[in-house]
């Protein structure tokens, strides 16, 4: 019985995995969506994230935004300037890159974007 019960565990754990991959696969061969300004102008991006903070919200003209990122526990403001080049968002701050977010899908209500590395995450938007 014990074995019986070992077994179910890993298998459940194993299943898991192989959805948490499907989810992401999802979006891996997905061609990407060139930004726009439109799709940032008067917005607020959230990473929907359970440790993580980010928070980048936009103005209406220039290329400034501001950003706050850290912990659930601990955050810290950023002054950041943002640019669109070849569909990407770029957004430096103190004139190094901080992020590159390729965007894979959008809806009224969200982003999902890969980052540089190839982490693919949901971002949240709301109307400023």
Not at 14 to 37: K, N, T
Not at 113 to 127: F, K
Request: glycine share 8%; with cysteine; proline share 1%.
């Amino acid at each position: 019985m014990r074995k019986l019960i070992l077994l179910s565990i890993v298998l459940l754990i194993v299943a898991a995995l192989g959805v948490v991959r499907f989810i992401d696969s999802d979006y891996r061969g997905a061609s990407p969506i060139a930004w726009s300004f439109n799709d940032i102008r008067h917005r607020t991006l959230s990473l929907e994230d359970k440790t993580k903070v980010q928070i980048i919200g936009f103005g209406d003209s220039g290329s400034a935004c501001s950003a706050t990122i850290g912990t659930n526990e601990s955050q810290a403001g950023l002054a950041c300037e943002w640019k669109i080049s070849d569909g990407k968002l770029f957004i430096f701050y103190s004139k190094q890159l901080r992020w590159e977010l390729i965007l894979l899908a959008k809806t009224k209500k969200e982003f999902v974007v890969r980052d540089g590395a190839g982490t693919v995450s949901v971002y949240s938007q709301t109307e400023n």
